[in-house]
């Protein structure tokens, strides 16, 4: 069984900062390159940022770039993304899940809920 739990969104204004965590469990984390993705009401899932298994490699959209962290600690099975600088635009539901080809493939958490105001 596959789970991953996404946690840490909430209610912020603009310029504030928020920690998401995504804990995994049922698979090989520590093997498995993770990713952060989201989606906002009436838009397509968006590309966040991603880390490889290790942690020594990490990739991030233009948006995030700059504004958005990216670690993990395999140690606990967790995947973290810390949100500094926030927007209005970045207001959507935060998801984590593996990279093609890992265990958590496809395998998606219930999201946690990141909303900015102006």
């Known amino acids: 069984q596959v789970q991953l739990v996404e946690s840490g969104g909430g209610l912020v204004q603009a310029g504030g900062s928020l920690r998401l965590s995504c804990v995994a469990s049922g698979r090989d984390f520590s093997g498995s390159d993770m990713a952060w993705y989201r989606q906002a009401p009436g838009r397509k899932r968006e590309f966040v940022a991603d880390?490889?298994?290790?942690?020594?490699?990490?990739y991030y959209s233009y948006s995030a770039k700059g504004r958005f962290t990216i670690s993990r600690d395999n140690a606990k099975n967790t995947v973290y993304l810390q949100l500094d600088n926030l927007k209005p635009e970045d207001t959507a539901i935060y998801l984590c899940?593996?990279?093609?080809?890992?265990?958590?493939?496809?395998?998606w958490g219930q999201g946690t809920q990141v909303n900015v105001s102006s």
């Open positions: 880390i490889s298994a290790s942690g020594g490699i990490t």
């Open positions: 899940s593996g990279r093609s080809g890992t265990d958590f493939d496809d395998e």
